[in-house]
């Protein structure tokens, strides 16, 4: 297992940050890797539902999201899965100063006999990492710049 901890203090309540984390319409507009949310109900994120993200581009399109805890305005953890590639990831939204401090944990997995460790942490971890940095600014700049 390869696991990391990144957080940003964004310009914004936690409610609007929370609104851009599970609000599909929005995840499409900031989450570049993102194309489409393709079976969210209305009331997503609910502990038990599965619903499939399609990707841009890449050898595996489809991102499974299954939400495991939900506090809205304070915690969502899922279990996502993109072809052979786990992912426990827990965002958490804390007011401070007037500004939501969004931290971003996460665990990747690569279920694979043998190599599995390897994958993990000379490419998906460090590659997942970096996505999850880009992923967080590119929220930020997208809940400071439409309130």
């Not at 489409?36 to 109900?41: S, V, Y």
């Not at 990747?108 to 971890?125: C, D, F, H, K, Q």
Request: net charge neutral; hydrophobic share 40%.
């Amino acid at each position: 297992m390869y696991a990391f901890t990144l957080g940003t203090a964004i310009d914004a309540t936690p409610a609007r940050v929370w609104r851009a984390l599970c609000d599909p319409a929005e995840v499409v507009q900031w989450d570049t890797g993102i194309e489409q949310a393709l079976d969210a109900p209305a009331d997503y994120p609910q502990p038990g539902q599965h619903v499939r993200w399609r990707y841009t581009n890449g050898p595996f399109r489809m991102l499974h999201d299954r939400p495991q805890e939900v506090e809205p305005e304070r915690l969502l953890r899922a279990l996502l899965s993109v072809g052979p590639f786990r992912f426990d990831e827990t965002y958490t939204l804390e007011a401070r100063d007037g500004r939501c401090h969004l931290t971003a944990a996460m665990e990747v997995r690569v279920p694979v006999p043998v190599i599995g460790w390897a994958v993990e942490r000379l490419y998906l971890g460090p590659q997942t990492r970096r996505t999850v940095a880009a992923s967080l600014q590119a929220l930020k700049r997208h809940c400071e710049n439409q309130p």
